[in-house]
């Protein structure tokens, strides 16, 4: 019962922007979408999450839809160094709530 | 990143002994948990702590203790090191029930 659905892999040419969707089409009114990612053998690293915002930071933007049921990760300007694996995670703001990372979407930036 | 470290990074054993990790923050956060990630299942939950001496079990607490005497470390303990408790193992730590911090890890090989 997976909250959320993204493609397994996707390419993505260096210096243009990587956009990756992810489906949650059952998510409730207090949860959250969060994005990690995790490159090869490190631990996972917290890319940005939003509640129905659009959000940005330094490292990415987050577009929801206005249901709710998808978001998109936009890294604008995708390097070598941002081919990793990349986990949307639906969850509620609560410390006991662990992140349950799915297979994710295997991104590679290709030169 | 994001002032943690793990120790070991990489640890033998065989089956039956006790084995301790370490997680040790320097950002003085009240949250701390630990994962394991293994393939075909993503990272779970094994325990996590809401502050000193307050812990608590995740999904997957059997044959894990846990104990956290400072702010500052969370340890992991296998009592009775099993084959199927060989992982990767991580730490993360959050300020508050947002986001989480992930440490580099700890491979864990059980004999």
């Known amino acids: 019962d997976a909250k959320t659905t993204q493609p397994p892999s996707m390419d993505c040419a260096e210096g243009r922007a990587a956009n990756l969707p992810c489906n949650h089409s059952?998510?409730?009114?207090?949860?959250?979408v969060y994005w990690y990612r995790q490159i090869h053998s490190q631990g996972p690293q917290y890319i940005i999450h939003?509640?129905?915002n659009n959000e940005t930071n330094e490292m990415a933007s987050l577009i929801i839809t206005e249901d709710r049921k998808s978001s998109t990760l936009i890294l604008p300007h995708a390097t070598l160094r941002d081919t990793a694996v990349y986990y949307c995670i639906v969850r509620v703001r609560n410390y006991g709530q662990n992140f349950v990372f799915g297979p994710g979407t295997r991104l590679s930036v290709l030169p | 990143d994001a002032g943690i470290t793990q120790s070991p990074r990489h640890k033998v054993t065989e089956t039956g002994t006790p084995v301790t990790l370490r997680c040790h923050q320097t950002?003085?956060?009240?949250?701390m948990y630990w994962y394991r990630q293994d393939p075909g299942h993503g990272l779970r939950l094994i325990h996590y702590?809401?502050?000193?001496?307050?812990?608590d079990k995740g999904e997957v607490s059997d044959g894990y203790s846990v104990s956290r005497s400072k702010t500052e470390d969370f340890l992991l303990t296998l009592e009775s090191a099993t084959s199927s408790q060989t992982s990767v193992y991580f730490c993360a730590i959050g300020y508050d029930t947002d986001t989480q911090y992930f440490g580099p890890g700890t491979r864990l090989t059980v004999l």
């Open positions: 702590s809401y502050g000193v001496k307050d812990t």
């Open positions: 939003g509640l129905k």
């Open positions: 059952t998510i409730s009114g207090n949860e959250y």
């Open positions: 950002e003085n956060h009240r949250y």
